[in-house]
């Protein structure tokens, strides 16, 4: 059994990352501003302070951490704090490296739409450069910081697309107008979607921990235009689509740039951690749909 780490795991993905490996056998700490529970660590990487309990014990760090990239307009301020909340965190982990003599893995997420966009319907793998929009820059970085963990310890970072479950991230968001039977595809609607069930990312998390699996990857169990998955969902909700397509321009008056994520797509390929051994679960939309919402 290993002792983890896992900044940002008060949010969506580390809570279901805390329950997974606890139910396991597993010990995790939860480094957090605002401590509340035994497992809890103080830091503030902002002041370069943190609380040093059990931190001699640390075997895998996990990195969460950043503010939500589709909670806001990209102002210049929210694009500052999407970028710092990230670099910064992971830069004063390791700053903070000497405090872990016993760490053995250094696990962390960045983002799938780090590619740009315009590439069609070609299949794009980890080798594929980054793209030159913002959020593409900031994975850039954000995978840049990670990378000063490889010198020393087994280092991989998995490449998030759209994380599927019924109250949390961007489901309940897509879900919400389709129950109020106001649901339609935006844009085109020709645009892919990656997605990944939120049971299938936890193994995934499992799977590379335990076989020291390092590297970076695509996380993709499946990808369906983004006309698929709204019909897919009402159906699965239960709920008429009879509305026509957001027009782009309104997404964009809405949104901003941030809508460029929502209007945009890339078609992404996951071959490289299936290489290594690991199975989806759900890898079809209707039956991934139907679980989280039986």
Not at 53 to 71: C, P, R, V, W
Not at 117 to 131: R, S, V
Not at 250 to 260: A, P, Q, R, T
Request: proline residues 4%; hydrophobic residues 40%.
């Amino acid at each position: 059994m290993k002792t983890i780490l896992i900044t940002g795991g008060t949010g969506f993905i580390g809570t279901h990352l805390t329950k997974h490996f606890q139910d396991n056998g597993h010990t995790v700490y939860l480094l957090t501003r605002k401590p509340r529970r035994s497992n809890h660590i103080f830091w503030s990487p902002l002041k370069k302070k943190i609380q040093g309990k059990n931190l001699n014990d640390i075997e895998i760090i996990i990195n969460l951490a950043g503010e939500g990239i589709a909670n806001k307009r990209w102002t210049l301020k929210r694009k500052n704090e999407i970028l710092k909340s990230r670099v910064d965190c992971i830069n004063f982990l390791h700053l903070l490296t000497d405090n872990f003599p016993k760490l053995e893995h250094f696990v962390t997420v960045s983002g799938i739409d780090c590619y740009g966009f315009g590439h069609g319907t070609n299949i794009l793998t980890e080798a594929e450069p980054y793209g030159t929009n913002f959020i593409s820059k900031v994975v850039q970085e954000w995978e840049s910081a990670s990378r000063q963990f490889e010198d020393q310890y087994r280092t991989t970072i998995l490449r998030l697309p759209i994380v599927l479950d019924a109250k949390k991230g961007a489901l309940p968001k897509m879900a919400a107008p389709i129950k109020k039977w106001i649901g339609a595809p935006v844009g085109t609607g020709i645009q892919p979607m990656n997605w990944v069930h939120i049971d299938d990312l936890t193994a995934i998390f499992s799977h590379v921990i335990e076989n020291s699996i390092t590297g970076t990857f695509n996380i993709v169990a499946g990808t369906n235009t983004n006309q698929e998955f709204t019909q897919v969902l009402a159906k699965t909700l239960k709920k008429p689509l009879f509305l026509p397509n957001v027009p782009s321009f309104v997404m964009k008056l809405i949104l901003g740039e941030l809508s460029e994520l929502l209007l945009n797509g890339n078609y992404v390929s996951g071959e490289k951690l299936k290489q290594t051994g690991f199975n989806y679960q759900f890898s079809n939309l209707e039956k991934a749909l139907q679980d989280i919402y039986q």
